[in-house]
């Protein structure tokens, strides 16, 4: 059986719904198109997924887009919202249920949208599609990997691609169009590139600003086939001093830890709250983030991963990140790693250096 077609119907197993509608637009993107199309995002903007229980899926796509074959999915264009409107109150007569995605509406959207369903039912399926989206299969953790081996290559090319004088924007500059090259057009998230103590705020945004002796922080992913890859990586401009390097060897020894941790059956709280201990122990410092998330068709998927007081269970075949960071006065340090959840482990999808790493 295709693997989407499985997908789909494996979806309406456990959901007491006839229908559900997913959307996009270029205001609200919901990533669960892309999942139950195999489309990349790039194709799905202003565009409608009708999912029925025992028929072939539908999309419904703008007049304004390329015409596109999708295998399994029967793809409609329309020319005006109202004629959209219309197709899809055709396509759901006769069901009394319909599923969406609630957490991703907005107000304004779930009310439109309700005026197109009338009377129908409409039931919250967000919890179903998050648990299908947690559990990757064999062809999704291929592609993930791809994503990740992209990511890794180009972190190796670091050393290669530094020069003295260049600005953070100029080095994420770099890095992008390798990452582009070797992967999608597409990226996950913009890539960081944070030098001294702009490393110090986890979501620093590339300035132009040369970058200067010290610590110098890189966040960034790859796309492979509508997959993603999400590593951190951390080097030192100039010779490392000793406690950079202790403290290196400090959240590098969590990572290690962490992933340790990390079986079939742990609980992503226990896992959180054991590597904050463990850093604290190590470093000084404690965890200000959560210490990894889920990957998938989206850099922060399903499941919401290792977070303080997270019950959820980690489960065979999930992949994760594991990053566990320390922020201070002295910059950054932030070391990431992709893995997939073995029977027995956790198998790491990139690798991070042991070791501090100069860069001249």
């Keep these: 059986m295709n693997a989407l077609r499985k997908r789909n119907e494996d979806l309406f197993k456990g959901i007491q719904a006839d229908a559900i509608i997913l959307k996009t637009s270029d205001r609200f993107q919901d990533p669960s198109v892309s999942y139950y199309t195999g489309l990349g995002k790039d194709f799905l903007s202003g565009n409608m997924l009708l999912l029925k229980r025992g028929e072939k899926p539908t999309l419904f796509k703008s007049l304004l887009e390329p015409k596109i074959t999708v295998p399994g999915i029967r793809v409609k264009r329309v020319d005006r919202k109202r004629f959209l409107e ?8 006769g069901v009394k249920s319909v599923g969406v995605n609630r957490p991703l ?19 919250d399926v967000s919890k179903q ?30 050393p290669e691609i530094f020069t003295r004088g260049m600005t953070e924007k100029q080095l994420a500059m770099q890095v992008e169009f390798l990452l582009r090259e070797r992967g999608e057009n597409l990226l996950p998230f913009p890539v960081i590139v944070a030098s001294s103590q702009n490393a110090a705020f986890p979501h620093h945004v590339p300035l132009d600003r040369k970058i200067s002796k010290g610590l110098l922080l890189f966040d960034f992913g790859a796309f492979h086939d509508n997959y993603c890859s999400d590593i951190s990586r951390v080097f030192c401009v100039g010779k490392p001093t000793r406690r950079q390097k202790r403290l290196y060897a400090s959240v590098f020894a969590v990572k290690q830890f962490s992933q340790s941790q990390v079986r079939p059956g742990s609980v992503f709280g226990d896992v959180f709250s054991k590597a904050s201990s463990f850093l604290k122990k190590e470093s000084g410092f404690g965890l200000i ?72």
């Design 105 to 123: 509406h907005t107000t304004f959207s779930l009310r439109s949208l309700r005026k197109i369903l009338g009377k129908k039912q409409v039931v």
């Design 86 to 93: 219309a197709e899809i109150k055709k396509s759901l007569k």
């Design 129 to 158: 599609i998050a648990l299908q989206r947690s559990v990757k299969s064999e062809e999704e953790v291929e592609k993930i990997s791809a994503a990740c081996r992209i990511a890794q290559g180009v972190s190796e090319k670091i």
């Design 289 to 360: 983030h959560g210490l990894g998330h889920g990957l998938g068709v989206e850099v922060h998927d399903c499941p919401a991963g290792f977070l303080d007081g997270d019950k959820e269970t980690v489960k065979e075949n999930m992949v994760l990140t594991v990053e566990p960071g320390i922020y201070g006065k002295f910059g950054g340090i932030r070391i990431e790693d992709d893995v997939l959840v073995a029977r027995r482990g956790c198998k790491l999808l990139t690798k991070a250096p042991t070791e501090l790493i100069s860069l001249s």
